[in-house]
């Protein structure tokens, strides 16, 4: 059974950082797939974040690029995706999934529009002070 499983989520305060976590196993080869970080706040649509290569190239969306940081663990048929979360702000507070792209080994296309077959359930942030 193919899983992505987040871990991490929680309170940071404004400034604040956090680190997300993203475990990826089951019977297909994650360390050649595109990964992704997404969120999605109440009321709002979902929201790309991040990607990383299977090479370890990454992307942003402009309203994270220079305070989080994508990066990837590969391990034989398993994989640990993290984001790291700086200089938290108040509109960074969301439900964040992580999510498989295996038709590519890269994100670029561009990265928040590819097709992505696998999910995690998702972890919550919270942004506060």
């Known amino acids: 059974e193919v899983q992505l499983m987040e871990g991490g989520g929680g309170l940071a305060q404004p400034g604040g950082s956090l680190t997300l976590s993203c475990t990826a196993s089951?019977?297909?080869?994650?360390?050649?797939?595109?990964m992704a970080w997404f969120r999605q706040s109440p009321g709002k649509g979902r929201e790309a974040v991040a990607g990383?290569?299977?090479?370890?190239?990454?992307?942003?969306a402009d309203s994270v690029e220079g305070r989080f940081t994508i990066s990837r663990d590969n391990a034989k048929n398993a994989l640990s995706l993290f984001l790291h979360m700086n200089q938290s702000r108040p509109e960074d507070t969301a439900m964040y999934y992580c999510?498989?792209?295996?038709?590519?080994?890269?994100?670029?296309?561009?990265?928040?529009?590819?097709?992505?077959?696998?999910w995690g359930q998702g972890t919550q942030v919270t942004v506060s002070s």
């Open positions: 089951g019977h297909t080869y994650f360390p050649d797939y595109c």
């Open positions: 999510a498989a792209d295996p038709g590519s080994w890269t994100c670029q296309g561009p990265f928040e529009h590819r097709p992505y077959t696998f």
């Open positions: 990383i290569d299977m090479d370890g190239s990454t992307t942003y």
